[in-house]
Nanobody, 116 residues
Framework: QVQLVESGGGLVQPGGSLRLSCATSSPIFSGYAMDWYRQAPGKQRELVAVIRPDGSNTNYADSVKGRFTISRDNAKKTVYLQMNSLKPEDTAVYYC?????????WGRGTQVTVSS
């Protein structure tokens, strides 16, 4: 099982920024795509961003395009989510995720609250 640990969440005002991190010690990290998901209260978990193993390609949900940036540092076994121009509707628990073969792993999540 790949263990993932998110950090960087918190309370921020609308228009502010946060940078989330997700770290692992697993040696398989650099071989697989990484995802960020989020789940708001009463809503289904949704895919926010995906990055390929070498970081050459990224994809985003329409709701965050132009505001969020996913990146990774394979040497540090860490994936990041830079979130700018935050809106109240970005409030959610953010999870990182990896799928490897027939298995997948989730972090415990980090809370992001956007409020004045």
């Amino acid at each position: 099982q790949v263990q993932l640990v998110e950090s960087g969440g918190g309370l921020v005002q609308p228009g502010g920024s946060l940078r989330l991190s997700c770290a692992t010690s697993s040696p398989i990290f650099s071989g697989y795509a990484m995802d960020w998901y989020r789940q708001a209260p009463g809503k289904q978990r949704e895919l926010v961003a995906v990055i390929r193993p070498d970081g050459s390609n990224t994809n985003y949900a329409d709701s965050v395009k132009g505001r969020f940036t996913i990146s990774r540092d394979n040497a540090k076994k860490t994936v990041y989510l830079q979130m700018n121009s935050l809106k109240p509707e970005d409030t959610a628990v953010y999870y990182c995720h990896i799928r490897y073969g027939f298995n997948d792993s989730w972090g415990r999540g980090t809370q992001v609250t956007v409020s004045s």
